[in-house]
T-cell receptor, first 114, second 110 residues
Framework: GAVVSQHPSWVICKSGTSVKIECRSL??????MFWYRQFPKQSLMLMATSNEGSKATYEQGVEKDKFLINHASLTLSTLTVTSAHPEDSSFYIC??????????FGPGTRLLVL | GIQVEQSPPDLILQEGANSTLRCNFSDSVNNLQWFHQNPWGQLINLFYIPSGTKQNGRLSATTVATERYSLLYISSSQTTDSGVYFC????????????FGTGTRLQVTL
């Protein structure tokens, strides 16, 4: 149990385009979903927290107009990187938690902006 | 916010050896998790352990919340144990907003 999927796993795009990443909890209802970013050989940094049906809470320094998060249902959250630039290239990972405190992580999405 | 530090940063073991990874955190926590990140980037839950001791096969973990540290023990290491081990903690009352440690990069050789 507790499986989280992400799609796509890889995306390459041109500078200026927008990219949408989906995060799904497959076998449980996720009351809260989290989005992280990881640069090579570094730790994970929390970008935002989202609860189903409400606006996401962004961490300090994360541009909410750049990284749009929608948590439309108890099993789906999306992260849209708007007008992507090369500095947005990174590994984006989502996680989901249900009634318990444990977070379960998706496999991640590697974004390369050319 | 909470500070989470891990040691050692890098570790090379021969297959079959045992090891202890340490995680120190700066404040009271109500959530402490250990993860293994495999070479493809997938984070695998190892333990949810805000306090006490748990064991799962060759792995075990102990958290001493009053002294603000957690330990992950790996016994009889295998090459498949290679990867990065992260601990992550959430402050009491912050709805599981995890702060990740710096990680320990483990390489197990034959």
């Amino acid at each position: 149990g507790a499986v989280v999927s992400q799609h796509p796993s890889w995306v390459i795009c041109k500078s200026g385009t927008s990219v949408k990443i989906e995060c799904r909890s497959l076998d449980f209802q996720a009351t809260t979903m989290f989005w992280y970013r990881q640069f090579p050989k570094q730790s994970l940094m929390l970008m935002a927290t989202s609860n189903e049906g409400s606006k996401a809470t962004y961490e300090q320094g994360v541009e909410k107009d750049k990284f749009l998060i929608n948590h439309a249902s108890l099993t789906l959250s999306t992260l849209t990187v708007t007008s992507a630039h090369p500095e947005d290239s990174s590994f984006y990972i989502c996680s989901a938690s249900g009634m318990q405190e444990t977070q379960y992580f998706g496999p991640g999405t590697r974004l390369l902006v050319l | 916010g909470i500070q989470v530090e891990q040691s050692p940063p890098d570790l090379i073991l021969q297959e079959g050896a045992n090891s202890t990874l340490r995680c120190n955190f700066s404040d009271s926590v109500n959530n402490l998790q250990w993860f293994h990140q495999n070479p493809w980037g997938q984070l695998i839950n190892l333990f949810y352990i805000p306090s006490g001791t748990k064991q799962n096969g060759r792995l075990s973990a102990t958290t001493v919340a009053t002294e603000r540290y957690s330990l992950l023990y790996i016994s009889s290491s295998q090459t498949t144990d290679s990867g990065v081990y992260f601990c992550a903690a959430a402050l009491t009352g912050t709805a599981s907003k995890l702060t990740f440690g710096t990680g320990t990069r483990l390489q197990v050789t034959l």
